[in-house]
């Protein structure tokens, strides 16, 4: 059997328009905005695999029934929500497999382009 993956996506620029700052995003909300083109089917996609996803932002704790709300008007679900880690420079640490399976890999993608033709 096939462990379970897990997959970590920021939200702002990866899976919605990056609008600059959390304020302006609250700011300039619209309830019929969209994801990014191809974000809610690679999401789907993943979730028919069994894989786990969690979303995180750079975005204040105070922020969570607003993101929750925004995310879900544009049908984003996921397992865990992580706010709060900042929108520094990021990495992920992970250890490997005892026969060298490596377990851990990002991908940077464009901002605002979306998920829709990410291989994972």
Known sequence: MTPV???ILDID???????GTLSKAIGSY?????????????IDEWESKGYNIV?????KESSRKFTEKQLEN???FYDQ??????GGIRHLVNDQKPD????AFAHNLER????GDLSI
């Open 13 to 19: 620029g990866t899976l919605i328009e990056h609008k």
């Open 74 to 76: 544009m049908g984003i």
């Open 81 to 86: 929500l992580i706010l709060g880690v900042g």
């Open 55 to 59: 979303l995180m932002s750079g975005r």
């Open 30 to 42: 619209d309830p019929k905005e969209r994801a990014l083109k191809g974000t809610v089917d690679k």
């Open 112 to 115: 605002n382009k979306g998920i």
């Open 5 to 7: 993956r897990t997959i």
């Open 100 to 103: 060298g399976t490596l377990t």
